[in-house]
């Protein structure tokens, strides 16, 4: 289980979100959903607490899939997963073990080196994000993020100790308002800066844009990404992308009956006149 563990209490309403999550909601709108395969997810929840999710898609003529379980018990939520190429995943919750935190403990069948313990606490002005490995010699991760749900200041870093080497050291700022929310970050080691923004044009229609512009200080490479969404109707989402490398692409979502939709996606390249789109389409059910 990664580090981006969501907020625990609450009554931590003003803690600023976790440092992975800083630009979430101008990656979610550039990004989720987009699917240029065929892709099956159908959910059966139970009055037990077990939750049942079987998944399946196509990619590039190979068939992939997997079925996990999640079963929740007062503060404690256990997830199993196995696919297609006989890995087992489990992660095992547990909330509140002390004031304001949060443990997972995950590992993979057959991987024996994939053993790791994520740790989560949330102060009204910090929230502390920890990965230890759980292996002789382990992959430590720590992320912090200090301020409020609306500014904070935060960053992350990764350190193998089998090599004695950091695996990443990135720092950021963001800003975040239910109209506008925006984020500057200096990632890949220093060597990355981002900037993404969200705002919010039209609460009635939901029409929102989003951009994300980058800038690679050792090549001079610039890179942008913009976007925007809408709500056609109460019933279906629309969304469309346009990339610095030519690239365009849409999706449409449609919720056919409640927590079950259907998504198709698309996409052009410009500098491709002779390829054909990349077409997808998405199924999620939930009886």
Known sequence: M??????????????????????????????KDYN?????ILTIPSDSGMILTATSATKDDFFVGDISTQYKSNSATVDVKIDSCSNVSTTVTMNEIFPSTKAALSFKIPDHKSSKLDVQYLHPHATINSSVGLTPSPLLEFAAAIGSKRLSLGGEVGFDTSSASFTKYNAGMVFNDPDLSAALMLADKGETLKLSFIQSVNPINGATVAAE??????TYENTFTCGASYAVDASTLGKIRVSHNGKVGMLCQREWRPKSLVTFSAEYDSKAINAPPKLGLSVALKP
């Open 36 to 40: 240029f395969d065929h892709k099956f």
């Open 213 to 218: 512009m980058t800038h690679k200080f050792t």
């Open 2 to 31: 990664a580090t981006n563990m969501c907020s625990v209490g609450d009554g931590k309403a003003s803690t600023p979100a976790p440092f992975s999550e800083c630009g979430k909601r101008v990656k979610d709108l550039l990004t």
